[in-house]
């Protein structure tokens, strides 16, 4: 098989496992999904994902950083600012995904303000680069709300000791400084279905 190709797989791979969000079955789907046109026997994937578990280092916790931004995530969900985590591949999906939890919470009468999230993407670039880019927004497309929802955010990030760079532009997201990705796979719901349980729970 090309190498090239190989390479690729072992890369995406890779970016799963260190995400920390993923299991081994779903990397599996996820693989098999990405790659369906190069028709990938699951024994391939299967010893490919295996070779990579034994290779890179095992993460029994998760960093401090990553544990101060869920506390952090937790903190803007009691303001009634959805925050998600891993909110599908890229800011387009984010904010999709922002709007259908906005429309699922209020029609069982909660009172979401706005919303907070990472992608995948961006995940993978603070593996590379250790920043962390957090999209914020309203849900009325009102640039003072937006505003106002940022500086809350960057001021509960600021409190668990974070390093922001953000201009206070509702055109540019807010950037954490020399993050540490560390997460272990813990079992439990991020994405769209953690940020909806965690927003019931705090906001009853």
């Excluded at 940022?150 to 509960?156: D, Y």
């Amino acid at each position: 098989m090309d190498k090239e190709l190989i390479d690729e797989i072992n890369y995406e791979i890779q970016l799963l496992i260190k995400s920390g969000f993923y299991d081994e079955d779903e990397i599996l789907e996820i693989i098999d999904d990405e790659f369906i046109e190069e028709n990938l026997s699951q024994d391939l994937i299967s010893k490919l994902l295996l070779e990579n578990k034994e290779t890179l280092e095992e993460i029994s916790e998760d960093s401090e950083d990553f544990t101060n931004l869920k506390n952090a995530f937790l903190d803007l969900t009691k303001e009634n600012i959805i925050s998600i985590h891993n909110a599908g591949y890229d800011i387009e999906e984010g904010i999709q995904d922002s709007f259908e939890l906005f429309t699922h919470l209020r029609n069982n009468k909660f009172t979401p303000i706005g919303f907070c999230f990472y992608t995948f993407e961006d995940i993978e670039n603070v593996l590379e680069e250790n920043d962390l880019a957090i999209a914020f927004g309203d849900f009325e497309y009102d640039e003072k709300k937006g505003l106002e929802i940022a500086k809350r955010i960057v001021a509960v990030l600021k409190d668990y000791g974070f390093d922001i760079d953000w201009n206070e532009s509702v055109d540019e997201r807010i950037l954490i400084k020399c993050f540490d990705w560390k997460k272990h796979f813990d079992g439990k719901e991020y994405s769209m279905d953690g940020a909806l349980e965690d927003f019931i729970e705090l906001n009853k």
